[in-house]
């Protein structure tokens, strides 16, 4: 084998890995993220050479994700493990919630990875529904699945957050791991404080999250560091129509009760008006 071939043989497909537009691949990738750069502490000395730019790399990220997502549809942010099979019982669950949720006109938006991601990306597109990917550039490149329609990479995952929270009437969360339960928690805190109008999370998998639900009932609430109301914002079934459903009856009992406080502050509005023409012609 000459010079030629062996390069040529030692520089094949690799790895890579995706920044929006850029593609990396072989010695091009740098040996941190994003993110990982951002939050190193012992580098706030950058802020002066490098903080600057990555402010403004950040806002680009928050301006392409709101300009790709405005026109979507109503849609329901489906998470779960990466690492799931596709013949694992959370994926089968996760491809006909996809479908269902697809055939009640939602859109579904995922990491856009493997695993639980892939199968409700795949449910949603068989089904004729519109599939969104979220990904995030990791150490480890996922990439984005096959079933996504629209995907956004993302370098920076509270940008990311932001997307999945903002586009979504609804959570669904599927058996999985830190990455699934940090998007759980971040999304009950957000309800739970008003942050967020409030939205239905639904937990499906009885058998994967009843030891978490035994620990935030027997622990968190017994110990009053929750409210017992704080439990009922969380749903569990394993059943896709009752998901489905509930979500439904969530979105429309949010939209008739805004519909109510908007006929309420036009009624006031009117009563206002009238005793202030009242007052002007009494004079």
Known sequence: MNHSERRNRSRGPGPERHRGAVTLRREAIPVSTADQRLLDSRSRGD???????????????????????ADLPPAVSVFGSARSKPDSPECVLAEE????????????????????????????????????GLGIELPFEQGINDWVDMAIDFRYFFARKTMFVKYAQAFVVL???????????????????????????????????????DWLRDTLA???????????????TDDVNAAVRHIIE?????????????ETAIAQAEAAQQSAAGRRDSR
């Open 97 to 132: 919630l996809g479908a269902a949720l697809a055939a009640a006109g939602y859109a579904v938006i995922t990491g856009g990875g493997p695993g639980v991601m892939e199968a409700a990306n795949r449910g949603a597109t068989e089904a004729g529904g519109l599939s969104v």
């Open 47 to 69: 802020w002066k050479t490098k903080d600057a730019w990555r402010a403004l790399r950040i806002l680009s990220e928050f301006v392409e994700g709101f300009d790709t997502l």
């Open 222 to 236: 017994a110990d009053g560091k929750i409210g017992l109301a704080d439990l009922e914002l969380i749903i569990v």
């Open 175 to 213: 058996p999985g791991g830190f990455g699934t339960l940090d998007e759980l928690f971040e999304a009950l805190t957000l309800v739970q404080t008003g942050k967020v109008t409030r939205f239905p999370v639904v937990l499906m998998g009885t058998a994967y999250w009843s030891g978490l639900l």
């Open 250 to 262: 969530a979105d429309a009992a949010l939209a008739a009760e805004q519909e109510a406080l908007q």
